[in-house]
Structures are given as structure tokens and as C-alpha cells.
């Protein structure tokens, strides 16, 4: 036994010296951009605020400090422009009718509207309930087969069936995917009711910030829902308002769609009357574009690009009397990854053969925004961007031993993410909960779109700790897009450290890769690399 006990320490320090010889971060730094981005005073960061302006005056600082070159329009900034829509509440209303009698719908406990459309100031339709809502015409999937919904208003339940892989139903959920499936049915609007399996944030958050502004790219290239006249979502625990008299109950179809199972299709004796009234200002932000080069004569006309977006949601209904939403971990967390990693290339040059490109995109919150200005505007040539890691709340909340890795199993890039996590004695695996559609709900998505192979990762609690398990799904549903986001909660400062070498290990392989990143044969998201810069126009 004491032989034993004598042996432990040293093969213990062999791992850890093994893993740590290497080590350039140790969290702290990296802590401290989050809290400087995550200040009381940066008000949350919302997208063409002071806020977000003084956030980016620092990244762009820091930037220059460590010798990182200006690869914007503007030096630093790419501007962009954008149009707020806000809700006016007090002239708006809805109601469910059934046989030409108005049951009074109520914004906020029962449904709230989505400004992310340009809503019709009145609307009434029947509604139509067509399970999931999907056409994927790779798997001959079709919600909307043999449904009459010209002129309606179609009901889903958000999620996909099993059938379809999770990256292709991430794809066809994507609002302007599926408008298009929609409007191509002869559907005038959308109701969708979230399944409750599937929730991030509990109703009662969602409808607290039910009124926020939300935007739209100015440029009109961008719209992906016109003709949309009506875009809303109900409060799951009022569902049974929709299906009464259908012989169905929201629990059973819920319950079927936790399973992704098939949802049954049918006609709703009912119709929604909805008013909206909505005011519209112009509003300017930008991103941040910054570029390292790259020594090999040839290679360094090409970029692994590095982003995460800097805006968060600003200030919003009071939380515990906090009205901050500061936006430390989304998305302060990897705004300080890429200046910390920038930083860590003056102190501990690497010999890259291709160029770095940093960008921080705006507007993310409101729909990956800034992100879909830069691919499909970049400020470099647009071929020449080989590989997006998108950086975006990777929560060192836990200790990092297994990695989330989005994307996994699209591109090359999965591969060179699993070597690097494996010489950092990190696991990785492909995304366990598909129908949260995490892949598409980041700027990672927008470099995909545009053919460019991308991935995120994020730390994954270890499935056989209900107490990790407990302490990310907790976080989702106390701290996200919540006032408690900021730098009073708990952080594993050795956690982001590893993250960050992991990101850098990522980069540099990638960057000195003699061959650039492919899509894999079988990936759907291949398509858009073959596709022509002119093909691509408003995606
Ligand atoms: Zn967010």
C-alpha cells in the first residue's frame, strides 16, 4: 500500500507536466477582458448602443496594442446598417375565432409576436397545424404534402422527426429556410409553439422581454421573409387553447416531439385576428475586422478566421432589480477568447504560414446580423477565407474534459478539432442535443452558408455527472440572456485556459496545414462551396 501511494504523485505530475508544457493561458487575463466587456457600464452591449461602441473601442485597442493589423472598411470597423422594429403593445391584439366568436388571445401569457418579421398591421386566417413544419427535399420530407394552406396561417411544433440528420433539420428551420417552404404552400404566417423539452429559457423570461427591439439589415438584399405577414409563438402551457375540439391535446403531440417522432397533420376549427403596430428607426453598428499575417509567400494570402460576436441584449424588465444584461459568458467569454488569443501570438509567436483573421460581429443577438453582413461583404477576398472557429459561450462553468464539437462531422475541421482536444487529454463528440439547433444559431452558420468550412465548440458536462448535467442545464435557465450573466457567478478560470489552448492548437494546425479544409463528401453543407460568388447573392 505505501508503495502505491508513493508511486501516485509522480504519475500524476507526468500527466499534468505532459499536458501542461505547453500551456500559454492561465484564465486570468482572459477574465479580465470579460470583465471590462461585462462592466455595469458597457449596459449590455446592445447592438448601436454607446455601450457596444465603448466595447469595441477596447477590442480595437487591444488589438493595436499587440500588433494585430486594421482589416476593415474603416480602418478597424466595418460599418453596418440596420432597422429596429419595436412593438407598440398598447395597439396590438390577437384572437383565436371559432365559429365567428373572438376569444381574446393575451400578449404575453398566451402568445407574443416575433418582430424579426415585418408583421401585416391585420391579419385573419385559418390555421392549420402541420407538425414540425419542414420540406427537406434531400429526405423527401414534406409537412406541407396534400395540406391546403393557401392563405393560412400554419401551426408548429418546433423540432424535427428523427428522420432527418440533425445539421439538415437545423438548416430547414432557419426562418428564412422555412419561410420560403411556406410561402411556396401558399402560407401567409406562422405560429410556432416551442416544445418545453426543448426550452433554454422558461416562458415567463421570453415574454418579460416579449417588447425588446429587434432589427433587420437595412441592405435589402438580406430579406428572407418577405410576403410574411404574421410571425408568432405560443406559450406552450396555453397550447390546449389551439387543439381543443381537434382530439388531440398539446401533451401528446409535445410528448411525440420530444421523442422526434411523426406528428399527426391536421385542420384547427379555428382562425387567428391579430393587429400589430410597429415602429421602425434607422440604427448603426459595426463589426470589428483585424488580420495577422501569415510568412509563407503563398499561403499567407489565405485566413483562418477566428469570430465571436461582441453585442449582447442590453437593458431589459428588471430581474432581482437588475435591469443589466451584461452578457459575461454570452458573449463576453469568447470576445475575450480571440483579444486574449491575439495577445498570446506577440508573447508566443507561432510560425503560421497562412494569415489570422479576428472578427468580432455585431448584432449577432438579433439574428446572427453582423455575422451575414461580412460573408456575404467581406472585407477580404471572399475565397480566401479557408476556415471559420466561431468562439460563442463555451461556458467554463465545469472542469474541461469532453468538448461539444458543432459541426463535428461536416468538414475536415472536425478532425483537426479532435486532435487538438486529444493533446490537451480533452474528448470530443458530435452534438448531443440536435433539435436545439445550436449549429445554425450562431455566426458560425453565416461562414457555412457562404461555403466556408466552419465548427463551435463548447464544454460538455460529463454524462455520467448529474451534477455537471445539473449545473449547465441551471445556468441555461437562470443565467442566459438574464441579468446574472454577468462577473459575480462562478468561473473555472482553468477550464477557459484549457478552451483557449485548444482554440489556439485548432488555428495553428489549420494554418499550417498544407492542404486547406474541405467539406466532407457526405455533408450537406458542401453545397455552398460549390456554388459561385454570384450564385450566392441573397441568400
Ligand atoms: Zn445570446
Not at 471590462?36 to 461602441?53: H, M, N, Q
Not at 438548416?171 to 410556432?192: D, F, S
Not at 391535446?249 to 391536421?266: I, N, Q, S, V, W
Request: proline letters at 7%.
Amino acid at each position: 500500500m505505501p508503495r502505491k501511494v508513493l508511486l501516485l504523485p509522480a504519475v500524476a505530475c507526468l500527466s499534468l507536466c505532459l499536458f501542461a508544457q505547453s500551456g500559454i493561458f492561465d484564465g486570468k487575463t482572459w477574465w479580465e477582458h470579460v470583465k471590462v466587456l461585462a462592466d455595469d457600464k458597457l449596459e449590455g452591449r446592445d447592438t448601436g448602443s454607446p455601450g457596444l461602441r465603448q466595447a469595441e473601442a477596447y477590442v480595437v485597442e487591444q488589438l493595436r496594442t499587440n500588433g494585430i493589423e486594421p482589416a476593415g472598411k474603416d480602418g478597424y470597423y466595418q460599418p453596418v446598417k440596420f432597422v429596429s422594429r419595436q412593438l407598440v403593445e398598447k395597439d396590438c391584439s390577437a384572437a383565436l375565432v371559432r365559429d365567428g366568436k373572438a376569444q381574446p388571445l393575451t400578449l404575453g401569457d398566451d402568445i407574443i409576436f416575433s418582430t424579426r418579421i415585418d408583421l401585416a398591421p391585420e391579419v385573419e386566417a385559418p390555421l392549420v397545424f402541420v407538425g414540425y413544419g419542414l420540406t427537406v427535399p434531400e429526405k423527401n420530407y414534406d409537412d406541407f404534402a396534400g395540406q391546403d394552406l393557401k392563405g393560412k396561417v400554419a401551426v408548429v411544433l418546433s423540432g424535427s422527426p428523427a428522420e432527418i440528420p440533425g445539421a439538415l433539420a437545423s438548416h430547414y428551420q432557419t426562418a428564412g429556410e422555412r419561410w420560403k417552404a411556406l410561402h411556396h404552400a401558399g402560407a401567409i404566417g406562422i405560429i410556432g409553439i416551442p416544445n418545453p423539452a426543448s426550452m433554454d429559457m422558461p416562458w415567463s423570461r421570453i415574454a418579460l422581454n416579449r417588447n425588446h427591439v429587434s432589427m433587420e439589415l437595412a441592405d435589402p438584399v438580406f430579406d428572407e421573409t418577405s410576403c410574411e405577414q404574421l410571425s408568432m409563438v405560443f406559450n406552450p402551457a396555453r397550447a390546449d387553447l389551439l387543439f381543443a375540439g381537434t382530439g388531440h391535446t398539446f401533451a401528446e403531440l409535445a410528448a411525440l416531439g420530444k421523442d422526434r417522432k411523426p406528428l399527426p397533420h391536421f385542420v384547427l376549427p379555428l382562425s387567428i385576428r391579430a393587429r400589430a403596430k410597429m415602429e421602425r428607426k434607422d440604427v448603426e453598428s459595426a463589426n470589428v475586422v483585424a488580420k495577422l499575417a501569415g510568412s509563407d509567400p503563398v499561403l499567407k494570402k489565405e485566413y483562418v478566421v477566428l469570430s465571436a460576436h461582441i453585442d449582447h441584449i442590453g437593458i431589459g424588465e428588471p430581474v432581482n432589480g437588475d435591469r443589466i444584461y451584461n452578457g459575461a459568458m454570452d458573449n463576453g467569454s469568447g470576445s475575450a477568447l480571440l483579444l486574449d488569443v491575439a495577445a498570446s501570438l506577440k508573447q508566443h509567436p507561432e510560425k503560421l504560414k497562412r494569415s489570422l483573421l479576428f472578427v468580432f460581429v455585431t448584432g449577432e443577438e438579433k439574428g446572427l446580423l453582423g455575422s451575414k453582413y461580412f460573408t456575404q461583404y467581406p472585407t477580404v477576398d471572399p475565397n480566401s477565407m479557408v476556415a471559420d472557429i466561431n468562439v460563442d459561450m463555451f461556458l467554463p462553468i465545469i472542469p474541461l474534459k469532453r468538448l461539444t464539437v458543432f459541426g463535428l462531422a461536416e468538414s475536415d475541421l472536425g478532425e483537426l478539432a479532435r486532435e487538438a482536444a486529444q493533446a490537451r487529454g480533452v474528448a470530443v463528440q458530435a452534438d448531443p442535443e440536435p433539435q436545439r439547433n445550436l449549429f445554425i444559431r450562431s455566426d458560425q452558420y453565416n461562414f457555412i452558408r457562404h461555403g466556408i468550412p466552419a465548427l463551435a465548440m463548447s464544454i460538455a458536462p460529463d454524462p455520467s455527472s448529474p451534477e455537471q448535467q445539473k449545473l449547465i442545464k441551471d445556468w441555461r435557465t437562470n443565467r442566459y440572456h438574464a441579468p446574472s450573466d454577468d462577473t459575480a457567478q462562478p468561473v473555472d478560470l482553468s477550464a477557459a485556459a484549457q478552451y483557449e489552448e485548444i482554440v489556439r492548437g485548432l488555428m495553428v494546425r489549420i494554418a499550417n496545414d498544407d492542404r486547406r479544409p474541405e467539406w466532407n463528401s457526405d455533408s450537406f453543407f458542401r453545397r455552398y462551396a460549390s456554388k459561385g460568388p454570384g450564385e450566392k447573392k441573397g441568400m
